[in-house]
């Protein structure tokens, strides 16, 4: 087993193939190596620097792409983080009752959700149905200001029901805050994606 230094010339999505430009044969690309399946195509820029793994040095198709990282000679831009996972559908609230004014904590991260601990931000669908004309609700990472993140609702009639998504941030601790305004409110919340 070898690894060598490259240039990556491009990615096919549909095969998760690249071609290489190999530094120390600079007039010979290799096609269709795979490509590492942890890699995702925000980090396969044409023109980025990579690392391939050769498992027999003398059959360049016998080879896996292992890693990409920036060009700096090239001005290649760093892919920032915060990328975006979809993950299963997961009920994290079933049909809680959220009195007028109050708010609560609910974790979301860990066990069977999907969500890992330490992702920053999960793409989420909330229904809520209240008995009171323009009820709401507002989401929040745990620990900050309320209002400054996602507001949901206002009911245009008493006992509708009103659904929503999303993108919200979560806390370090993978945790949400959710307050009822207006009305006591019925509150159902799915995640299926996060941020890492």
């Known amino acids: 087993m070898n690894i060598r230094r490259g240039l990556l010339i491009s990615f096919d999505t549909s095969s998760y193939t690249a071609s290489i430009l190999l530094f120390e044969a600079t007039s010979l690309a290799l096609t269709g190596v795979p490509v590492n399946t942890a890699l995702d195509k925000s980090s396969l820029l044409p023109g980025a620097l990579c690392a391939v793994l050769f498992f027999d040095e003398h059959n360049g198709q016998d080879a896996v792409l292992l890693a990409t990282f920036p060009n700096g000679s090239s001005g290649l ?3 920032l983080p915060g990328r975006l996972t979809c993950v299963a559908g997961y009920r994290q609230i079933n049909n809680d009752t959220l009195p007028v004014n109050t708010t609560r904590t ?11 601990s330490g992702c920053s931000g999960v793409l989420y669908t909330v229904i809520f149905t209240s008995s009171t004309n323009n009820a709401s609700i507002q989401l929040a990472p745990h620990n900050t200001t309320l209002g400054l993140y996602a507001t949901v609702g206002n009911l245009a009639a008493a006992n509708t029901t009103f659904s929503g998504n999303g993108l919200l941030p979560i806390s370090s ?3 949400i805050d959710i307050k009822a305004l207006t009305g006591t409110c019925l509150l159902t919340l799915y995640t299926y994606g996060y941020i890492s």
């Open 173 to 175: 601790t993978g945790q």
């Open 77 to 79: 831009p760093t892919p």
């Open 106 to 116: 609910y974790t979301l991260t860990g066990g069977g959700t999907g969500l890992p």
